[in-house]
């Protein structure tokens, strides 16, 4: 190539690079200029269904544009991910990412889900958190810890702890706890957290890993006896209650999230207008309030640090999915 050729082609290039941020940045000026739908892969009335109204219900006020829920559940979340992954890129389909749709699954199922968690999607920001807690039924012969650790593990294949599901986040905090503290509990899945909270405290299992919003009516009751939570400092809710950190289980110390993703491929401008509205909208007294009552605890992070907690996810799962060789029904 010639040097006026390759002048040329220089000058060409750079007009193109200028006129795309032109188009992206007047993208991000104009944005949005219609209602934006936003997918939860989950049936209506759940944490992540709840999470995502709050937060995106402010959302809509400060950007003067209504984000339209439409409710996706089926196959673990996998259905409304799915159709999330495959949406036009233009910031008017959003979803909801959750542990489940973005780690568990992709571990217990790495062909044929449908979406690539990893490949598929913009992190836009996490909203909120939720701690996760192990705890037991009340007839249960160790009151702490530490005696309920030497308990089982002198008793081998005794215990039962139940789950929200097979391949469910809950399944893989019990199995990465029995990986990680070498015993042998039974694992028993249900269909969702409620059955299994009922039969914890019925005493048909012994053992429980749980969400906390959803046993903790149970244990302020006290049909529950919690033993260690998995967040990062003790609950003033549960001031007596250890972190796994805390107990020297930082392996175990894995709370659960619920954020805000795009497809890939989303105009960085407009992911980072979505997630200033969001950080916004999280600051305000009435969202903190709505959602620290359903257990949830406001996060507020950029894309680049919501990217990087999926990732850290995702290896998780995927390292106790093989260690104990864990398949999707």
């Known amino acids: 190539?010639?040097?006026?050729?390759?002048?040329?082609?220089?000058?060409?290039?750079?007009?193109?690079?200028?006129?795309?941020?032109?188009?992206?940045?007047?993208?991000?000026?104009?944005?949005?200029?219609?209602?934006?739908?936003?997918?939860?892969?989950?049936?209506?009335?759940?944490?992540?269904?709840?999470v995502a109204r709050v937060v995106s219900a402010k959302m809509s006020d400060i950007l003067g544009k209504p984000m339209v829920i439409e409710n996706k559940g089926g196959a673990g979340g996998a259905l409304g991910a799915t159709e999330a992954a495959?949406?036009?890129?233009?910031?008017?389909?959003?979803?909801?990412?959750?542990?489940?749709?973005?780690?568990?699954?992709?571990?217990?199922?790495?062909?044929?889900?449908?979406?690539?968690?990893?490949?598929?999607?913009?992190?836009?920001?996490?909203?909120?958190?939720?701690?996760?807690?192990?705890?037991?039924?009340?007839?249960?012969?160790?009151?702490?810890?530490?005696?309920?650790?030497?308990?089982?593990?002198a008793n081998p294949g005794k215990f039962s702890y139940g789950s929200s599901g097979t391949c469910g986040?809950?399944?893989?905090?019990?199995?990465?706890?029995?990986?990680?503290?070498?015993?042998?509990?039974?694992?028993?899945?249900?269909?969702?957290?409620?059955p299994a909270v009922t039969d914890a405290v019925g005493g048909q299992i012994q053992i429980l890993f749980d969400n906390l919003p959803s046993s903790l009516p149970q244990i302020q009751g006290g049909n529950l006896r919690p033993l260690a939570i998995a967040w990062k400092e003790r609950l003033p809710a549960l001031k007596d209650v250890p972190t796994f950190a805390e107990l020297g289980y930082e392996n175990l110390n894995q709370p659960v999230w619920y954020g805000l993703l795009a497809p890939a491929g989303t105009p960085k401008e407009v992911i980072d207008k979505l997630n200033s509205v969001a950080v916004e909208a999280l600051k305000d007294p009435k969202v903190v309030d709505a959602l620290e009552k359903q257990g949830a605890f406001v996060s507020g992070n950029s894309p680049?640090?919501?990217?990087?907690?999926?990732?850290?996810?995702?290896?998780?799962?995927?390292?106790?999915?093989?260690?104990?060789?864990?398949?999707?029904?």
């Open 169 to 194: 986040v809950l399944h893989l905090a019990g199995e990465a706890f029995k990986q990680t503290t070498k015993t042998d509990i039974v694992h028993v899945p249900y269909r969702g957290s409620g």
């Open 304 to 329: 680049e640090e919501f990217g990087k907690e999926i990732q850290q996810q995702f290896d998780w799962a995927k390292d106790v999915v093989k260690k104990g060789n864990i398949k999707l029904d």
């Open 1 to 50: 190539m010639s040097m006026k050729k390759r002048t040329l082609f220089s000058v060409v290039t750079s007009a193109l690079c200028l006129s795309a941020v032109a188009v992206g940045s007047a993208q991000a000026a104009d944005y949005p200029s219609k209602p934006i739908r936003v997918i939860v892969p989950f049936a209506p009335g759940g944490s992540t269904d709840i």
């Open 86 to 153: 495959r949406a036009k890129p233009d910031g008017y389909t959003l979803s909801i990412a959750t542990v489940s749709t973005m780690a568990v699954n992709p571990a217990c199922k790495p062909t044929g889900l449908g979406y690539d968690a990893l490949k598929d999607f913009a992190p836009v920001v996490n909203f909120a958190n939720v701690p996760n807690i192990l705890e037991v039924n009340p007839k249960f012969p160790s009151k702490d810890f530490k005696a309920f650790l030497e308990e089982v593990k």
